[in-house]
């Protein structure tokens, strides 16, 4: 039981370069998430997903896009890379979803993204 | 602008020190959750709090949650050096589904 596994662990983009990070869980949760960790600024909601095939707007949208693939999988795409998109991306997941209430979300790992 | 204030930003003590870390907000919580993270982790969740003027212990760790449900406390005693990390508050709003985390406070225990 793996919980949550993101993959990469590490990357370093070019600006305008494109990448997808991807993103796992075997706990057979519902709701999936990204955000981002800045330093000063907490973490911060990209996206979010309540169950396959649904998709919405967190605190950071712009610049992202999501795919959520099946009930494991949540991938994170960034089109063209900007140098403010370094940062440190965490995804998680949860039984519920938010309009449920306050839920425990369990957390990947983290991928550190460097944007040159 | 933080929606959830956190204080002090960094804290560093001996090992068998007491410390207490802070998480403030100038509207009402609906709950509170309070999360560790270790260097090169994610988040880890401590405990979630849901009635003003709450406190759950959870061995060393004594979490409070203010009367006016605007504040909160994380109090560790004798603090160890596996108590080292990021610790983190999150507050949930029940009105629009939004959850919205503080910056932190990193905590450094010195052996």
């Known amino acids: 039981n793996a919980g949550v596994t993101q993959t990469p662990k590490f990357q370093v983009l070019k600006t305008g370069q494109s990448m997808t990070l991807q993103c796992a869980q075997d706990?057979?949760?519902?709701?999936m998430y990204w955000y981002r960790q800045d330093p000063g600024m907490g973490l911060r909601l990209i996206y979010y997903s309540a169950s396959e095939g649904t998709t919405d707007k967190g605190e950071v949208p712009n610049g992202y896009n999501v795919s959520r693939l099946n009930k494991r999988e949540f991938s994170l795409r960034l089109e063209s890379a900007a140098p403010s998109q370094t940062s440190v991306y965490f995804c998680?997941?949860?039984?519920?979803?938010?309009?449920?209430?306050?839920?425990?979300?369990?957390f990947g790992p983290g991928t550190r993204l460097t944007v040159l | 602008t933080q929606l959830l204030e956190q204080s002090p930003q960094f804290l560093s003590i001996q090992e068998g020190e007491n410390l207490t870390v802070y998480c403030n907000s100038s509207?009402?919580?609906?709950?509170l959750q309070w999360y560790r993270q270790e260097p090169g982790e994610g988040p880890v969740l401590l405990v979630t709090v849901v009635t003003g003027g709450e406190v759950k212990k959870l061995k060393r760790l004594t979490f409070q949650f203010g009367d006016a449900r605007k504040d909160s406390s994380l109090h560790i005693t004798a603090a160890q050096t596996g108590d080292t990390g990021l610790y983190l508050c999150a507050r949930y709003r029940s009105n629009d589904y939004k959850l919205s985390f503080g910056a932190g406070t990193t905590v450094t225990v010195r052996a």
């Open positions: 998680a997941s949860s039984e519920g979803t938010l309009a449920g209430g306050f839920l425990t979300q369990y």
């Open positions: 706990m057979n949760h519902n709701s």
């Open positions: 509207s009402v919580f609906s709950s």
